[in-house]
Structures are given as C-alpha cells and as structure tokens.
C-alpha cells in the first residue's frame, strides 16, 4: 500500500513562487510514475505534470509549460512540483497520484491507483 503526502502550498501573489512536495511511503512507491493534479472549485481534476520512477519521462499541461518543474529526490521518495511565475488561475487543490504502470494517457485521474489529500494554493492578483 502507498501512502502520499503533500505539502508546501500557501498563497502567494501573482508572479511569486512556491514549491510543492510529495512524500511517498510504502510499497515498490519508487518504480512507480508520480503525478500532480489540481482542481478548481466545481471541476474536475487536471493533469499538472508526471514523472516516471527514473525521471526520463516528464509531461505538462500547456498551461504550465515554462513556468512549472516537476521533479523528483529518488533517495528519499519525493516528488516536487515547482511553480515560478504563479497567475490567478493557478489557484486550486492541488494533488500528488501514483501508479506503477502508465498505461493510459498521463492526465487521465482515473488510472491512478493512489492518492494524497491535497494541498491548497491560492495565488492573488
């Protein structure tokens, strides 16, 4: 069983930064791809960016592409997500998944076996 946690959200002004991590305990959790979404208020859950267990795979969303670096610390069972530049519709839940096998499209929430419980950001313009 995998266990997530994140941590690291806040508020923050428009073009400011934060950083976001993802702790992960438990089973083979470093082979497996780690994953951060985010969900606005009355949406469904968007796809931020992956990483594969060796970090030879990284995927964005558009939306975030050149402003956001998913990373990961192998030693320790991390994930990061750094957000540089941060605008108004960044704001949301944001969510740490994993899965051991991505075989699916990498935005698609319904494939990922584990779940954290979520950290809030809330950037002010």
């Known amino acids: 069983q995998v266990h997530l946690v994140e941590s690291g959200g806040g508020s923050v002004q428009t073009g400011g930064s934060l950083k976001l991590s993802c702790a992960a305990f438990g089973g083979a959790v470093s082979q497996h791809y780690m994953t951060w979404f985010r969900q606005r208020p009355g949406e469904g859950r968007e796809g931020v960016a992956a990483i594969s267990s060796h970090g030879s795979y990284i995927e964005y969303t558009d939306a975030v592409k050149g402003r956001f670096t998913i990373s990961r610390d192998f030693t320790n069972n991390r994930a990061f997500l750094q957000m540089n530049n941060v605008r108004p519709e960044d704001t949301a839940m944001y969510y740490c998944?994993?899965?051991?096998?991505?075989?699916?499209?990498?935005?698609?929430?319904?494939?990922?076996?584990?779940w954290g419980q979520g950290t809030q950001v809330t950037v002010s313009s």
């Open positions: 998944a994993s899965v051991r096998r991505l075989g699916f499209e990498w935005w698609d929430s319904a494939g990922y076996n584990y």
